[in-house]
């Protein structure tokens, strides 16, 4: 299983980012995915996720309104839109997988345990 994060870096205030992740190795269309951050020394946080079929997604409320997660099964890729970035949306993002086909509890980051190596973002003015 390879879940390979891009799309992070630097950005002010307001700006809008784009974080992708290109998947392989595992059958993409039938697993739940999400996005979670983490700060360092802190807890992983969840952030979005996204039923197999893309018809349920689910937001923490600290992003609600301006992140938007979605999928392209032909290509196996998850994607997070960030818009109306803020100070405290920086952390390293990961694209993480649910721990079994078929069914996730979305909002539980304990239920994404496959992850990628992250990428780093930064909202500074």
């Known amino acids: 299983v390879q879940l390979v994060e891009s799309g992070g870096g630097l950005a002010q205030p307001g700006e809008s980012l784009r974080l992708s992740c290109e998947t392989s190795g595992f059958t993409f269309d039938i697993y739940h995915m999400a996005w979670v951050r983490q700060v360092p020394g802190q807890a992983v946080e969840w952030v979005a996720g996204?039923?197999?079929?893309?018809?349920?997604?689910h937001y923490a409320d600290s992003v609600k309104g301006r992140f938007t997660i979605f999928r392209d099964d032909r290509w196996r890729t998850l994607s997070l839109q960030m818009d109306n970035l803020k100070l405290t949306d920086t952390a390293v993002y990961y694209c993480a997988r649910a721990a079994r086909s078929g069914w996730a509890q979305l909002g539980n980051e304990r239920q994404f345990p496959t992850r990628g190596q992250g990428t780093q973002v930064t909202v500074s003015s």
């Open positions: 996204i039923s197999n079929d893309g018809k349920i997604s």
